[in-house]
Structure formats: C-alpha cells, structure tokens
T-cell receptor
C-alpha cells in the first residue's frame, strides 16, 4: 500500500509570486484535503476535493485554489504570495464511502517560505 | 462551529511510565469522529487513534487508549509504557462525518497541540 506523498519538500518564494504544491493520495483513496500549519499551531483546513470537485472550503481567500485529477492526485495553487503564507502545507487523503470512511492519512508536508 | 481545546501546552514523562493528554471540544452535533494525531520533529502527521461518537466503548490501539466522555465533551489520550519514540506534538481533532455531494464534508478541526517529551 503506497502512502501519501507530497512534493516538493521545501520551497522558497518571494512575495507576489505563485506556487504549486503537489500531492499523491494513498492508493484506494478518492478524497484529498489540504491544510495549512503555521509554526507551533494546529493545522487549518483549506479545502477538500472529492472526485475532482471541491467538496468543502475553509476560511481562505480565492487566491488559494486546487485541482484533483482522475487518479485522485491533487494540486494546491497559491497566487500573489504573502509573507503570512509561510507555513507547512499538509495534504491528507481519505476514502469517502468505505469502512473507516473519513479517516485522513497525511503526507510529509511541504515547507513554504515566502521572503 | 466546532472548537477543540488542549489545555496542556507541554507535558513530560519518564520512559516506561504512563501519561494522559487532555482534550475538550464543543459541538452541537450528535454524530462525529474524534482523533488523536502525533507529529514528531520529522513533521509527518501520524494517526494514533480514532473514536466514533456513537460508540460507548473507548478505543484502544496497543499502548494508546482514550477516555471518551460524550456528555462532558472530553476526549483524553492515555499512553502506557511510554517510549522515547513517543516524543512528539500530539493533536486532538474533531470531524463531522462527510457525505458525497458536498452537503457535509469531512474537515478536521484541530486543537493547539501538546508537546510531549519522554525522558530516558
């Protein structure tokens, strides 16, 4: 069973730039959720994708957008980067509709630094 | 909106001893899930244990067990026979079950975390 993977591991960008983070879900999972974790804090929910559609969104501005592909992998895009976007971005995959539905399994994260 | 509170910013325990981490939550829902995740310095968030609110029996996973008090909205984690590898930040999290079609989605609401250090 392949776990959740994320790329890249680290990323440094400057204010105003755009960034794309990638996530491959665990095999057999159909749902991907993205979280932002500031240093020393609990993760905050950004959005969730199910069958290539956005299935829920947290309190993040529209410059945070995403995609899910037919193989259930996903991208998180952030436009017009701000200094406060510096954080660990976590991707989690889950299976909607199976046993133990909704249990989310996390990838190792992408550390984004905005200068 | 749901909230999750972890009132212990830091805890420490000696190797082989038992420690309990506290968590309280606030919700008007009757059906939900509760989780404990650990995040070691390597930063990967790892599932420790899951509890369904409709189950009266407390969940256990090897050395990890919970004390789920639904009426009190309390969900504590007990770690027995603590090991050095248990050193990590521990997060309590709440989730309302999701359904396909978007009327309810499974987002995790996390507490602030408790840093647990296991000393040799």
């Amino acid at each position: 069973e392949t776990g959740v993977t994320q790329s890249p591991t680290h990323l440094i960008k400057t204010r105003g730039q755009q960034v794309t983070l990638r996530c491959s879900s665990q095999s057999g999972h159909n749902t991907v959720s993205w979280y932002q974790q500031a240093l020393g804090q609990g993760p905050q929910f950004i959005f969730q994708y199910y069958r290539e559609e956005e299935n829920g969104r947290g309190n993040f501005p529209p410059r945070f957008s995403g995609l899910q592909f037919p193989n259930y992998s996903s991208e998180l895009n952030v436009n017009a980067l701000e200094l406060d976007d510096s954080a660990l971005y976590l991707c989690a995959s889950s299976l909607l509709g199976g046993t133990h539905t909704d249990t989310q399994y996390f990838g190792p994260g992408t550390r984004l630094t905005v200068l | 909106a749901q909230t999750v509170t972890q009132s212990q910013p830091e805890m420490s325990v000696q190797e082989a001893e038992t420690v309990t981490l506290s968590c309280t939550y606030d919700t008007s829902e009757n059906n939900y899930y509760l989780f404990w995740y650990k995040q070691p310095p390597s930063r990967q968030m790892i599932l420790v244990i899951r509890q369904e609110a409709y189950k009266q029996q407390n969940a256990t996973e090897n050395r990890f067990s919970v004390n789920f008090q639904k009426a009190a909205k309390s969900f504590s984690l007990k770690i027995s026979d603590s090991q050095l590898g248990d050193t990590a930040m521990y997060f309590c999290a709440f989730m309302k079950p999701s359904n396909a079609g978007g009327t309810s989605y499974g987002k995790l609401t996390f507490g602030q975390g408790t840093i647990l250090t296991v000393h040799p």
